[in-house]
């Protein structure tokens, strides 16, 4: 079982930019999908984006065009670039992985039940 360990987290400013990293140990992150998903106090958990194994890309809408999702399997690692980062970012950020395989579509891949590995979690919190 693969285990996920987030980092990058922290306060920033709105419009200010942050990295978020997620190293996989104890499994190839290049052989699954990977994920990043977040949630919000009272809030339900998230879709954010991923990359299929064969590096198929979808993002969330409320995303789509500020945030980068890309992996380096050289590393077993997963990151998420954030780019003009907005108030209702706020949140704790999980990455996720699905057990190896070649499954791909957005409806799949983002789903939170799609997935079988969670890290614990990174918080980034945006200011105005």
């Known amino acids: 079982q693969v285990q996920l360990v987030e980092s990058g987290g922290g306060l920033v400013q709105a419009g200010e930019s942050l990295r978020l990293s997620c190293e996989a140990s104890?499994?190839?992150?290049?052989?699954?999908?990977m994920a990043w998903f977040r949630q919000a106090p009272g809030k339900e958990r998230e879709f954010v984006a991923a990359k299929s194994r064969v590096d198929w890309t979808y993002y969330g809408d409320v995303v789509k065009g500020r945030f980068t999702i890309s992996r380096d399997n050289t590393k077993n690692m997963i990151y998420l670039q954030m780019n003009s980062l907005k108030l209702e970012d706020t949140a704790t950020y999980y990455c996720?992985?699905?057990?190896?395989?070649?499954?791909?579509?957005?409806?799949?891949?983002?789903?939170?039940?799609?997935?079988?590995?969670w890290g614990q979690g990174t918080q980034v919190t945006v200011s105005s």
């Open positions: 104890g499994g190839t992150s290049s052989t699954r999908a």
């Open positions: 996720a992985a699905r057990q190896p395989d070649f499954s791909s579509g957005y409806s799949l891949l983002s789903n939170v039940t799609s997935y079988q590995n």
